[in-house]
T-cell receptor, first 113, second 112 residues
């Protein structure tokens, strides 16, 4: 079955550490996105990529980095520069533009300890 | 930049009742989409309505779009306890390069 997989489901980060969240899709979608969700709030766009080897900043890119070396993969690194990283992170993909909607992964919950 | 605002923020109803959620947005759109999120899970795409459509149905879901008022509503008829979730509208605006901008969501609780 095609889908989008995020791992790990839970992640704990110590102060000053970089951590990487994985996002893999086998839907042959061109575009991939990373969103952050804080409790009781909507989704805020961190980064997005519409084609391999290209990506753009979203509304809250500071303290995050991404790469898109393969069509199937769009990992997100939360760097030590992100001062408040505790949140629920959602990865999504779409065929191209959003004409057909996004497919979401099940999320990674990141907690600073 | 939050494009959509949803109303109400929370809604509690009894099983069998209808649930209506509203979404307002600010700029011209290509389409508007509704998503559902169960607690601690990813979002699931429910329905998409294009800017030249006024109403769309999918099972127990009915979505309307009024581009003159820049608003949309999602109606869930004959609700079930399993409909308990958060519902988000998302807009594909002309100036957003194909990205979706999500609203804050409506938290729906359906009591058995």
């Amino acid at each position: 079955d095609g889908g989008i997989t995020q791992s790990p489901k839970y992640l704990f980060r110590k102060e000053g550490q970089n951590v990487t969240l994985s996002c893999e899709q086998n839907l042959n979608h061109d575009a991939m996105y990373w969103y952050r969700q804080d409790p009781g709030q909507g989704l805020r766009l961190i980064y997005y990529s519409q084609i391999v080897n290209d990506f753009q900043k979203g509304d809250i890119a500071e303290g995050y980095s991404v790469s898109r070396e393969k069509k199937e993969s769009f990992p997100l690194t939360v760097t030590s520069a992100q001062k408040n990283p505790t949140a629920f992170y959602l990865c999504a993909s779409s065929i191209g533009r959003s004409f057909y909607g996004y497919t979401f992964g099940s999320g990674t919950r990141l907690t600073v300890v | 930049s939050q494009q959509g605002e949803e109303d109400p923020q929370a809604l509690s109803i009894q099983e069998g009742e209808n649930a209506t959620m509203n979404c307002s947005y600010k700029t011209s759109i290509n389409n508007l989409q509704w998503y559902r999120q169960n607690s601690g899970r990813g979002l699931v795409h429910l329905i998409l309505i294009r800017s030249n459509e006024r109403e769309k149905h999918s099972g127990r879901l009915r979505v309307t779009l009024d581009t003159s008022k820049k608003s949309s509503s999602l109606l869930i008829t004959a609700s079930r306890a399993a409909d308990t979730a958060s519902y988000f509208c998302a807009t594909d605006a002309y100036n957003q390069g194909g990205k979706l901008i999500f609203g804050q969501g409506t938290e729906l609780s359906v009591k058995p």
